[in-house]
């Protein structure tokens, strides 16, 4: 996710998306990374079969 104007960068992963993506455009977690730096526009997205591929491939990003 990124923010208005593509400056800052939120790299996560989650099993349920389209919730996910709802949680930071409505600042459900006001004091999170996200909620601050007003991350609420999905840029990207994989899915991975398996959670330990997905956490993999956001440890190398």
Do not use: Q
Not at 21 to 50: Q, R
């Amino acid at each position: 996710m990124t923010n208005k104007y593509n400056k800052v960068l939120y790299v996560g992963v989650t099993s349920e998306l389209p919730g996910r993506v709802w949680d930071h455009k409505n600042k459900t977690h006001p004091y999170s990374f996200t909620a601050k730096y007003n991350c609420d526009k999905l840029v990207y997205y994989i899915f991975y079969p398996n959670i330990e591929e997905a956490i993999s491939a956001e440890k190398v990003l």
